[in-house]
């Protein structure tokens, strides 16, 4: 047998995948993900090139024009070389060897084909500019035919190979077109009852199926990552049936890291996330994070319960299988795997917005291991924004700012106010804000300078920090000593702050009214806003389809009457109807009716606004509004309402003088 009689093919089937591939633009969540990876130019010099090279590229002479035979055993003593080292990769590249090796795999020779598989399959690991050579070639097409081969171990490498060089988008793509996730979810071992097969025990058939299991588990690992398509299809084919099998009954890590992994992956669907629920699934992967020792594993089960947690029933779920603890002890353990590190605190984030998880983090004194972590002066950004994640969370509960302050985690948070990673930022931010609302707390944000060091993000260019730090000013300003003081004492503080007005984000539009509503309790700063010219800007805002918004900027409104001449200001940027039509539009949502009617309180004590508000038709409302069974609506409503009747008796008594 003679590589350079099947060239043909291999050039026809190269030709054949580049036009396929550009006929189709994936959808991926990830966009194109195709590693951009410059390939490495190592300086040929013969006299630097080690003795394996030479050896290799004797090897390559024999397979390129021996026989069957001599072919067979160049494969097999390719092997005995380290194939993921640079030098010998180039010397397998030069003059065309690796096409030769993908043409291998066509061949009628089971034995060649395996050994190919072999080769190929060591030479991709790491290494993405020959994972992309090898798609070029054709080796997708060829690696998914060899699904359907009878012999079970050319299977199993060709889904092994598969998971190495199908990691970019083109290549995923490709695999689906040709049917290799259809193949690979139907793969008997994978798709059989593993309760009816006693995997557990150790006999030569159980072993086949489970080495073909894990290379199908593994390459379905890696076309699931970042691909929407291929997750949507796996759904299709039904491979959930196949997971929970297999999760219920396999006990043993070198299966599990596989089936977790495509599991981690397909749980960014919510029908995945759904079904895990409803076949008790997550309990499964919980019992594995628990029992197992494997690093890998670990870091997968805790990665798959981060995103799962997305709501309060599975946050339940999570407590319920007595997951909380075994994710603390990770995060405690001192030797943890960097990625269980990062994994583990990122579910310790997302489980901790269920008040009863707070609670009962505050038993394993999670808040004190978090803090712990944040003195690791080399601690990865990964599990620093996972750490003020969780601790921005753990934070909304009294005990937990407690703790926070006596363990020192507030000076921590307020040294991460300096950084750069907007992630951490947004995170960090949030955290102190919350931490703000305790007195105490409030007491060491201002000695440290937190309250400059927010309003300083408000000039960050990532409009999440932006956001963040301006909703963390609201709580600060309300409890910190002499606000007005300290908010007037940051140059161009508050003409920054008004100057946000002018955005086009809705969230931060209403952090910024939040926030002016605050400041514009203390006269001499909202005379300064006035001056900066704060009332034209939120007048212009009242268009806003947006309820949250709708409600800040009444709410601001209603403040910034403080300062007598906004009345008539507002009134000059036809400001009234609007806040009238908002009463008509959203009568039934309790906090925009309360800001709305106290800001139309605030402006009844001008007599234009009274007319304009009668003319709107503000009197029917305002009457409903008057039987409300929140007392401050109530006590607003019947303000304005005696504010437009008294301006009308007045009209009235002046018309009988006359």
């Known amino acids: 047998m003679r590589l350079s009689s099947s060239n043909n093919n291999l050039c026809s089937a190269k030709n054949a995948f580049v036009s396929s591939s550009e006929d189709d633009d994936d959808d991926d969540e990830d966009g194109d993900e195709e590693d951009e990876e410059d390939e490495r130019m190592i300086e040929w010099n013969p006299l630097n090139m080690p003795a394996d090279y030479w050896q290799i590229q004797k090897l390559m002479k024999y397979l390129k024009n021996g026989n069957q035979t001599s072919t067979l055993i160049a494969l097999c003593s390719l092997l005995d070389f380290d194939l993921t080292n640079e030098k010998n990769q180039m010397a397998i590249k030069e003059d065309g060897g690796v096409e030769m090796i993908v043409n291998l795999l066509e061949t009628e020779d089971p034995k060649c084909r395996i050994g190919a598989l072999k080769i190929l399959k060591e030479l991709c690991y790491k290494n993405q500019t020959l994972r992309k050579k090898l798609s070029d070639y054709g080796a997708i097409k060829m690696l998914v035919k060899l699904l359907f081969d009878p012999d079970w171990l050319t299977r199993s490498l060709a889904a092994e190979t598969l998971a190495r060089v199908a990691t970019f988008q083109r290549a995923k793509r490709a695999v689906r077109k040709e049917g290799g996730i259809s193949k690979l979810v139907a793969t008997k071992p994978f798709n059989q009852s593993s309760s009816s097969l006693n995997v557990n025990q150790t006999t030569s058939s159980t072993n086949q199926i489970i080495a073909e299991a894990k290379s199908a588990s593994l390459a379905l690992w890696t076309l699931s990552s970042g691909s929407r398509k291929n997750r949507k299809l796996m759904w299709d084919e039904k491979i959930m049936t196949s997971l929970v099998e297999w999760m219920k009954w396999y006990e043993k890590d070198e299966l599990l890291v596989g089936l977790v992994g495509v599991l981690k992956e397909c749980t960014r669907e919510s029908y995945f996330r759904k079904c895990m629920k409803d076949e008790g699934l997550l309990e499964h992967v919980i019992f594995h994070l628990i029992h197992t020792k494997n690093s890998q594993l670990q870091m997968l089960c805790a990665s798959t319960i981060e995103k799962c947690a997305v709501d309060d029933e599975s946050r339940d779920l999570i407590r319920a299988y007595g997951g909380l603890t075994p994710l603390v002890e990770i995060v405690a353990d001192e030797g943890s795997f960097q990625k269980s590190?990062?994994?583990?605190?990122?579910?310790?984030?997302?489980?901790?917005?269920?008040?009863?998880?707070?609670?009962?983090?505050?038993?394993?004194?999670?808040?004190?291991?978090?803090?712990?972590?944040?003195?690791?002066?080399?601690?990865?950004?990964?599990?620093?924004?996972?750490?003020?994640?969780?601790?921005?969370?753990?934070?909304?509960?009294?005990?937990?700012?407690?703790?926070?302050?006596?363990?020192?985690?507030?000076?921590?948070?307020?040294?991460?106010?300096?950084?750069?990673?907007?992630?951490?930022?947004?995170?960090?931010?949030?955290?102190?804000?919350?931490?703000?609302?305790?007195?105490?707390?409030?007491?060491?944000?201002?000695?440290?300078?937190?309250?400059?060091?927010?309003?300083?993000?408000?000039?960050?260019?990532?409009?999440?920090?932006?956001?963040?730090?301006?909703?963390?000013?609201?709580?600060?300003?309300?409890?910190?000593?002499?606000?007005?003081?300290?908010?007037?004492?940051?140059?161009?503080?508050?003409?920054?702050?008004?100057?946000?007005?002018?955005?086009?984000?809705?969230?931060?539009?209403?952090?910024?009214?939040?926030?002016?509503?605050?400041?514009?309790?203390?006269?001499?700063?909202?005379?300064?806003?006035?001056?900066?010219?704060?009332?034209?800007?939120?007048?212009?805002?009242?268009?806003?389809?947006?309820?949250?918004?709708?409600?800040?900027?009444?709410?601001?409104?209603?403040?910034?009457?403080?300062?007598?001449?906004?009345?008539?200001?507002?009134?000059?940027?036809?400001?009234?109807?609007?806040?009238?039509?908002?009463?008509?539009?959203?009568?039934?949502?309790?906090?925009?009716?309360?800001?709305?009617?106290?800001?139309?309180?605030?402006?009844?004590?001008?007599?234009?606004?009274?007319?304009?508000?009668?003319?709107?038709?503000?009197?029917?409302?305002?009457?409903?509004?008057?039987?409300?069974?929140?007392?401050?609506?109530?006590?607003?409503?019947?303000?304005?309402?005696?504010?437009?009747?008294?301006?009308?008796?007045?009209?009235?008594?002046?018309?009988?003088?006359?």
Not at 356 to 364: A, C, Y
């Open 341 to 658: 590190l990062v994994a583990a605190t990122g579910a310790i984030w997302k489980c901790s917005p269920n008040q009863i998880n707070t609670v009962r983090f505050q038993e394993l004194k999670t808040v004190d291991v978090l803090v712990n972590l944040l003195m690791v002066k080399s601690q990865p950004d990964e599990v620093v924004v996972n750490v003020a994640g969780a601790l921005s969370e753990l934070a909304r509960d009294s005990q937990c700012r407690s703790t926070l302050r006596k363990n020192n985690g507030i000076p921590m948070l307020i040294s991460l106010l300096t950084g750069t990673n907007h992630h951490i930022l947004t995170n960090a931010a949030v955290a102190v804000g919350r931490c703000a609302e305790d007195s105490d707390c409030m007491n060491i944000i201002d000695k440290l300078d937190g309250v400059r060091l927010l309003w300083s993000l408000l000039k960050n260019s990532n409009i999440n920090v932006q956001v963040a730090a301006t909703w963390a000013l609201c709580p600060c300003v309300r409890n910190v000593k002499d606000p007005g003081e300290i908010v007037r004492s940051f140059v161009g503080g508050l003409e920054l702050l008004v100057e946000h007005l002018t955005s086009n984000c809705v969230p931060l539009l209403q952090a910024i009214s939040a926030c002016i509503s605050e400041i514009a309790t203390d006269q001499e700063s909202l005379a300064v806003m006035t001056d900066h010219g704060v009332v034209s800007r939120l007048s212009r805002l009242l268009a806003t389809n947006d309820l949250e918004l709708r409600h800040r900027l009444a709410e601001a409104i209603a403040r910034c009457c403080n300062w007598n001449v906004n009345r008539l200001l507002f009134n000059n940027e036809n400001a009234v109807r609007p806040l009238v039509h908002y009463l008509n539009l959203t009568a039934t949502i309790k906090n925009i009716r309360r800001s709305t009617t106290s800001a139309l309180y605030e402006l009844s004590k001008v007599p234009e606004n009274c007319v304009d508000m009668h003319g709107a038709g503000v009197v029917k409302p305002l009457v409903d509004l008057v039987g409300s069974d929140d007392i401050e609506t109530q006590e607003a409503a019947a303000s304005c309402l005696l504010n437009i009747r008294r301006l009308a008796l007045a009209n009235e008594r002046a018309r009988m003088k006359k």
